[in-house]
């Protein structure tokens, strides 16, 4: 077979060719041309670098490959190299230090990182595929669609709450009292289990700062704490009472994952529910939430929309689409090099800690033409918003609904929609593109 004719994934993989093949040492630094963290400044890079057809990759000081155009992002995340950092990795190594809650006590990181290593994001092979499974399972189109009812009840009760009573802030009171009640609702949190619940998650947001102060540790840690504490024991009183159909189905999901514990590589094997929900549904709380009040500030941006959405509703995907398109919650996550890459001419050596700006894929004009512009009549395909591959969020097709929902709830009441955009500000430096404050005031048009 000559080298043409192999496929893309052998070709991409194959032993680099003498005198072609790029280090990452090579790439120019991220900084050359700004920073993919925090969502002003991701954005300005973004518009340098697409501008900039000759710059493929980036690297950051710390040598981690940075990839950010649409379809290296879409291509690389399917290799199977590409997988998931292990506990070990997330924690330079020192997962098993930080595991004993006695010699990493809460407030130093290691609450945050003794609830992670139980995530999916963080396993691979052979533990990967059944773990995610049991998740995806009760996230599938049909289960989803089966909780817009309580979605919908949900957003009717907040919006009731946040209409004629002044200036609000929406992210605050209804983003992320959404899904916190949403949850709640499903794992059976009793009303100040949720309460406290939206606080946690507030401040374990700060996990997401890339350049944290000790003083931050100690407060997303100590949260991370309080939100673990707080899920695990709603979980369990859920298992132990039974009639939760989420929590059973994957209670009795657990007892299936006969592996044994491997910080390195495969992961960590979640001991029960609580443990498997307080870890995989961190994004489900937090991310979620964003998703929401970010496709909401983009459809608000662009009043003409709005009025297109009022005059027809079955624009809305559309319109959620180019919300998550434009306004990605996740900025970037990692992968991370199970064996060498050899990827588009650059080596990846075995353990490299590959940065995936997903939320840049989403501006490059070669997969969005006017990637800036708020189109509805753009093909709903090739966002990068939830990642892509084998990997790809399994809690997607949720949190579309959500926003849906909320854009449906907002277009189809008699309200008028005072957005403050010059008062929002977005948290700088972070991973994530998150609302400090978004003020609006909405009022019933017709009382
Ligand atoms: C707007 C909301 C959300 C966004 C933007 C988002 C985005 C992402 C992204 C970019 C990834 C990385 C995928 C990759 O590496 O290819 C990911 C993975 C993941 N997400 Fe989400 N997510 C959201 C909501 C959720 C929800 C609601 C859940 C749970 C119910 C969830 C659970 C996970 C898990 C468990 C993974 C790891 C998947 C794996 O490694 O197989 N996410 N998400």
Request: proline share 6%; net charge negative.
């Amino acid at each position: 077979m000559s080298r043409t004719d192999e496929p893309d994934s052998a070709r991409r993989n194959a032993g680099p060719a003498e005198g072609s093949i790029l280090e990452i040492a090579d790439l120019p630094l991220v900084e050359t041309y700004g920073s993919f963290s925090g969502r002003d400044s991701f954005r300005d890079t973004c518009r340098k670098l697409f501008a900039l057809p000759d710059v493929p990759f980036l690297r950051t000081p710390d040598g981690q490959l940075v990839v950010f155009r649409n379809e290296h992002l879409r291509t690389l995340s399917t290799l199977p190299a590409a997988g998931n950092m292990s506990p070990d990795a997330l924690s330079a190594g020192s997962f098993e230090a930080l595991r004993d809650e006695a010699a990493a006590p809460a407030g130093t990181g290691g609450a945050l990182v003794r609830i992670l290593a139980n995530q999916v994001f963080f396993t691979n092979a052979p533990l990967h595929d059944p773990a995610r499974r049991i998740l995806t399972k009760q996230l599938s189109p049909k289960a989803v669609a089966a909780l817009e009812p309580l979605a919908e009840t949900i957003i009717a009760e907040l919006l009731a709450e946040i209409t004629d009573v002044g200036e609000v802030d929406f992210q605050r009171h209804f983003g992320d009292e959404l899904t916190c009640r949403f949850w709640a609702a499903l794992i059976g949190m009793t009303a100040e289990e949720k309460g406290a619940l939206v606080e946690f998650v507030r401040d374990m947001s700060g996990m997401f700062n890339i350049d944290p102060t000790e003083h931050d540790v100690h407060v997303f840690d100590m949260a991370a704490d309080g939100y673990g504490k707080t899920v695990v024991q709603a979980v369990r009183r859920a298992v132990a009472s039974g009639g939760f159909p989420l929590v059973d189905a994957i209670a009795e999901d657990i007892k299936g994952l006969e592996f044994s514990d491997d910080p390195a590589i495969a992961g960590i094997v979640p001991r029960d529910a609580g443990d498997y929900l307080a870890a995989n549904l961190v994004d489900a709380f937090h991310t979620a939430a964003l998703g929401a009040s970010n496709v909401v500030y983009t459809m608000l941006r662009h009043p003409c929309v709005l009025d297109r959405l009022r005059a027809d509703r079955s624009l809305l995907p559309a319109a959620t689409f180019e919300g998550f398109r434009l306004e990605p919650p996740v900025l970037h996550l990692h992968r991370y090099a199970l064996e060498e890459i050899v990827f588009e001419g650059v080596r990846i050596p075995k353990g490299t800690t590959i940065m995936m700006c997903w939320g840049a894929g989403n501006l490059d004009p070669k997969a969005f033409p006017e990637p800036e512009q708020f189109s509805l009549d753009r093909p709903m395909r090739g966002h990068s918003t939830f990642g892509a591959g084998v990997q790809i969020c399994p809690g997607r097709i949720l949190a579309f609904m959500l926003a849906e929902k909320t854009l449906d709830a907002l277009v189809s009441q008699d309200l008028s929609l005072n957005f403050k955009e010059g008062d929002c500000d977005w948290y700088e430096k972070w991973a994530m593109a998150q609302l400090k404050q978004m003020p609006i005031e909405i009022q019933r048009m017709h009382q």
